[in-house]
Structure formats: structure tokens, C-alpha cells
């Protein structure tokens, strides 16, 4: 995309509670449409799927990518993705609207989803990324969102910001509460159906606060909230690009006590970097799956799933 810029293969992220499986992804679109993004809930612990509902309800050929998802304890869905429907000037570096961030909510599990609308209030340029040791096409390749009972949570890649007279690529983050019942929802089985209500402006970005630091310094981890205890995981990912660096322990954090603990369960191989995971509740107990990922070094990545 964007002349090899920004690597993305598709890949969405999976959410899941109480049995209920989401999975948001992006693929081509028709014609010369280069990407939409698409829906899709299982009731039955992901054994199967519904028919997939396209989010992005724009008419034309805009580009639409990288999607992240969160579903948060009362139920409500809420996905984002990055979407040039009101730019499309894209030139690497250049103060040109290119892109902004959209998002679509669901408050009633998945089943019905309101209007999609824009998440950041600014179109961004599409940024540089002159810094040697950054590989420019990384751009957003960790983008996760996350729940709480009252917001949902996401971060991107931003070029608002210029250095020298040219965009640069910046994280920003920020946060959706959650919202009410749209009067004309979209049914999530239906790929073609449109809300036709607002739901809730955006609300100001959220404050972040310094706390400790992990046991160790790390790359490439995916973190997972874990419902049933109250805690926070830290899966997989390695210490630094070295073969054999992979983490063999998942991390800890505990709110209550705000430490971070290193857990004695070792995974089962050291295919841990740039995984997905997310908890899952399958017959009245609690998992945290994840699913594919690579060995530092290695060149090749895997599609077995572990809990």
C-alpha cells in the first residue's frame, strides 16, 4: 500500500467474551477499491462464522486497512481502521490530508452496529519515517485495541506533527466511551443494511500516567486482559531482534498491587513474536488464546493457536 509504504497483509484482531468470537479483518475491495473492512461473530466459541458485514459503508474506492478491535466486559464492540475516505493525497512526508481514523460501535454484542464515523479529528498526512533505525514500513503494525466497562481504547500512526518541514510518524491514542442503542441499528448477518443514527462525539483524549517497568525490556509482545482475575498479560515477544531472545514466560501486571510478575507457565514453542490473543470463556472457565506467530531470526511464522 501507498507504493510498498505501509506493510499490511489483511490481518484484523480477534476479540471474544462469554464464548462469543469477533474477528475484524480488511481484503480487497471491487474493482480498484484496494481494501474494506469486514465483520465477523461467532456464538459458538469460533467453530463457526456469521456472513461477514462490511463496516465501511463509503460508495467509492477509498483505501481501507489495518483494523483493530476491542469488546469490553457489558458487551459493546467497537472497531477502527484507518481509512482515506476524506483525503487520499498521500505523498510520504508531504503536509497533504491523506488519511483519517474511522470507527464503527456495536452496544449489543456484535448482533446490531451503528453509523461508522470518524474516531481522530484530524486528516493526517502520510508521514516520513527518515530515521535509519526505524524500518519505515512497521507503520502500525502493532495497532490493539482495549476495553474497559465504560470506553474503548486504540492507538495509530499519525503524520499531524512535522520535523524540518516534513511529517513524521507519531503514535496517538484515544478512547470512545460507551455508547447507547442506535433507534436502526445495522443487523451484523446483513453485509449491505446502514444505521442511520449518531451515536456519541468523540470525547477528549485520555490522561496517561508513568507506571512500573516490565521485567524486562521487550519487543513484539501482545497484552491480554484477563476478566477473570482482574489482571493483565504481557504474551509473548522477545528482548531484543537476536535469535533467541524469545520470551518463554507470559508477564503479569496486577492493578491492585500495581508490580509485575514473571509466571512459571512456558509456552509451547518460541513462535511467540507478533501474535494475536484475547480471552476467551469456553464451557464456564476462562482462557487467554493466541493464535500464529514467529521466532526471532526466523523467517517463517505459523498458524497454530495455544491457550
Not at 452496544?107 to 527518515?130: F, K, N, R
Not at 474497559?148 to 466511551?177: E, L
Not at 498479560?233 to 518463554?248: H, I, K, L, N, Q
Request: hydrophobic share 30%; with cysteine.
Amino acid at each position: 500500500m501507498f507504493s510498498s509504504y505501509w506493510r499490511h497483509m489483511g490481518w484484523g484482531q480477534p476479540a471474544a467474551l462469554n464464548n462469543v468470537v469477533h474477528y475484524v479483518y480488511a481484503q480487497h475491495g471491487t474493482g480498484s477499491d484496494a481494501g474494506d473492512i469486514y465483520y465477523i461473530r461467532s456464538t459458538d466459541g469460533g467453530v463457526t462464522f456469521s456472513v461477514p458485514l462490511k463496516l465501511n459503508t463509503d460508495s467509492g474506492t477509498a483505501k481501507q486497512w489495518q483494523p483493530n478491535l476491542s469488546v469490553s466486559p457489558t458487551g459493546t464492540v467497537f472497531a477502527t481502521w484507518y481509512d482515506t475516505r476524506n483525503g487520499g493525497s498521500c505523498t510520504k512526508g508531504v503536509n497533504t490530508p491523506c488519511y483519517q481514523m474511522f470507527s464503527r460501535e456495536s452496544t449489543e454484542d456484535g448482533v446490531t452496529w451503528q453509523a461508522d464515523m470518524p474516531l481522530s479529528d484530524v486528516i493526517s498526512p502520510l508521514p516520513a519515517q527518515p530515521d535509519p533505525g526505524i524500518v519505515a514500513c512497521y507503520a502500525g503494525d502493532y495497532d490493539y485495541g482495549s476495553a474497559q466497562a465504560t470506553a474503548h481504547y486504540t492507538s495509530w500512526v499519525d503524520g499531524r506533527v512535522a520535523i524540518n518541514s516534513t511529517q513524521q510518524q507519531d503514535a496517538f491514542t484515544d478512547h470512545q466511551t460507551v455508547g447507547t442503542p442506535s433507534p436502526a441499528p445495522t443487523a451484523s448477518p446483513s453485509p449491505t443494511a446502514t444505521a442511520t443514527a449518531s451515536p456519541t462525539p468523540t470525547p477528549p483524549i485520555c490522561i496517561w500516567s508513568a507506571g512500573p517497568d516490565m521485567p524486562s525490556v521487550g519487543v513484539r509482545l501482545v497484552g491480554a486482559f484477563f476478566p477473570a482475575n482482574g489482571k493483565f498479560y504481557e504474551m509473548g515477544g522477545r528482548s531484543s531482534d537476536v535469535a533467541g531472545s524469545d520470551f518463554t514466560h507470559p508477564f503479569e501486571y496486577d492493578p491492585s498491587t500495581n508490580t509485575w510478575t514473571t509466571k512459571s507457565a512456558s509456552y509451547p514453542d518460541n513462535q511467540v513474536n507478533n501474535m494475536a490473543c484475547g480471552a476467551l470463556t469456553v464451557s464456564g472457565t476462562p482462557y487467554i488464546y493466541c493464535v500464529g506467530g514467529s521466532a526471532a531470526g526466523a523467517t517463517t511464522a505459523t498458524a497454530r493457536v495455544f491457550l
